[in-house]
């Protein structure tokens, strides 16, 4: 998939021609067209196509108190040893995770030393014994100003721009409870591994919403049930701790049998009804919950949406009860009050339930989840992208049969009307055959082709992706035929 991925200018390493660096990545030109869509459709679905539902924009560099008082500088770090011999740096977490059984978040210093030990763990370059593990800061560090010592901090997250700017948005959008605010955005985490491609990179983007709700109120009904019956395998902390296999339920039946709380369950339907929006088969979904001892130390209950990619099951999205934890300790430190009234009368500190998406590894899951390779009849092999229309980066595009007869002038004239509305491309390059299959393996739900017969009644073949079937449509008609196809 890496491979295919390059060779289509898709995605590729930072800056190839010195050789890349580890964890960053750039996006080509089909690449950046699907990341813009999938952030579109996001906001389009949970931000503008709400009304409790508002956004904002917060910085990369903000005042490192934040990051003090949200316990990132304490607490976000991950374990690492260094080999006696080779000097190599390792996190003993995915060193151990070949080996050990079960989760490995959340254990202290001496459970990783006492397992290297238990396992017989050695450097994987060298063979060489590895030192005593230490904890290593995730987050970037930064000087700004002239000032040496003026010390920041890249963002780790999105979400901590949204509770240190809480007072001001909710009185500027005078929000009641239950309201969401919602953000997206650069975010950078010094990992000691980065790995499987854009999955687990340095630099990256989130999509992160905080929905704040009164705690003594559930969600109501009406809500719940627009999601309750999507049902994908889950894997409560119970199942886990049975060593049990993922059992298929619905939505309402976690509330139902107190897995978990009603808004928790309504914004884990909701996000699942966003990734299968974006084409990722249900198959290839399920619900995990952490375990106790994996919860960040802001959580009370997060369950991550897990997809099965070519390298495993792998959390897609994190749906977390941060409480009023984020409220509470910035009020704490800043001294400002940062409660809201509630309709009912009085002032609460509102929890809050955050589902939080990493951007390019959703990306990565939707052309992995679309990409197949296909037989046909006559028995030849074709690339296809199987990418539902409203991430596709090319969404139609236009052929005219051959170079002359003024068949490019209508093509161009078709390609004109079209790209106002949807991103469509002109190819009036080699055989039809071959632009077909060129437009199959980037994922081009329709291609449009002006032929003879166009030139005497106004009509163009469209050609379907998936089914390859072919209809002949009235030019006049065509914008409105694929937007019928498309759902608008
Ligand atoms: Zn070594």
Redesign the pocket.
Known sequence: MQKFLMEKGFIFPTAEIYGGMAGFFDYGPLGTEIKRAVKELWWKTWVSGRQDIIGMDGSIITNPKVWESSGHLDIFHDPLVE?S????RFRADSLLEKKVKGQLDGLSLEDYAKLIEEYKVK?P????KLGAPKWFGLMFRTEVGSVNGNTAYLRPETAQLIFVNFNRIVKTSRATLPFGIATMGRVFRNEISPRNFVFRCREFEQMELEYFFNPKQDCPSGLLESVADLKVPVLTREIQEAGSKAVKMPINALVKKKHTSSWHAYWLGKSLEFVMSLGLAPAKLRLRQHLEQELSHYSKDTWDIEYRYSFGWKELAGIADRTDYDLQQHAKASGVDLSVATPEGGKLYPHVIEPSFGVDRLVFAVVEGAYQVEKLPDGKQRQVMKLPEAVAPVQVAVFPLVSKDGMPEVGREIYNILRKKLRTFYDDKGSVGRRYRRQDSVGTPFCITVDGQTLKDRTVTVRERDSMKQTRVKIAEVAGWLERRTGG
């Open positions: 080999c011999n080779c000097r190599g450097c370059v060298c063979g060489g």
